[in-house]
């Protein structure tokens, strides 16, 4: 696959990159190739393409192509999950080699690192990503990836991209970001030095909350060839149904995301004024401690946001059990809006003690801005809060 030379604009790209592909009709739409196998017109000749869909198939081809086009990277493989894409960087280690994570990652990811990478001889450290000191304290020379994910979940705590990739390097690690939350319309890491990108498409890429999938992009050709082999190895990539859904949402990337922070600032502007809250975790408040990085690093700030209620866990319980326009339910980036509770749910799978030192209390509320109009979801917030 080759880096898109083409001067298209985004939003151009995400609608037309890797699709109009089908020669034998010409359908406007990449078809769903529904198939496991490929017929071979004679022996010699092999294959038209791909011999077999968990090696390739030209449904996942078309979103790979597209994917990679709008990180920037030469390479991209579409994942049966987010875990998939995290687990398949994972295997480019060896037992004994060193990662550094930050203490507030995806509750998924600090449980496949300590409950399952742990235990095939990996070794993790997890500190504060905020604290670059800290990061470099915590290298040791077996280490070989810093992990990163910005703005963090469910804080939203920037890790400054530019500056851990230099970090990485100097130390001959890679850097891998995890960029699920801003999608690569607000944050494009390849642009501040890091080395993989991956992605639960499950959420902004999709956007619909209708698929589970992921993916990882490169941009050197070793990482390509090596996450190439280990996705059909291990047998990870997607259905190419799952594909054409993902592909299907991207092309609503650029609007889909001015929408979810439009809704984002405004809930998040009426919170902060808000008697019951304590506090508002959202990087695109002038408030937010990391804001001055996040107008540097990122091209907007996103659907998501964190904050703290008076009265802990009753009053959160309250609060989520009297919104009618937001669900409650994990995950994000569709276009309705949710509601969680970390504790109990996102980071549920996290120990307590690291919940607490990570900074998640009992009093806080994750949300998930959709697209609605802003004015209802912030009516329907404000009479759940004075309820
Ligand atoms: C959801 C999520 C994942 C895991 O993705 P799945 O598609 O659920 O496997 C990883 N990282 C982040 C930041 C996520 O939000």
Redesign the pocket.
Known sequence: MNPDPSPLRFETRCVHTGVDQDAAFGSCITPIYQTSTFRWETLAGGPKGPDYTRSGNPTRTALETNLAALEGGIDCRATA???AA?SVVMHLFQPGDHIVSGTEV?G??YRVFTKVFANLGLEFSFVDMRDLDAVRRAITPRTKCLWL?TPS?PLLNLTDLAAAATLARDAGAISVC?N??MSPYFQRPFEHGVDIVVH?T??YLNGHSDV???AVITRHPEHAEKIGYLVNAIGLACSPFDAWLVLRGVKTLGPRMEAHQRGAMAVARMLEKHAVVERVYYPGLPSHPHHELATRQMTGFGGMLSFDIKGGRDKAERVLNRTKLFAIAV??GGVESLIEYPAMMSHASMPPAARLAAGIGDGTIRVSVGIEHPDDLIADLRQALEG
């Open positions: 999950t987010g875990m995290t995806y998924g990811t994910e979940n995890d699920t939350f639960s499950t959420k589970c999938s992921g995950s994000l």
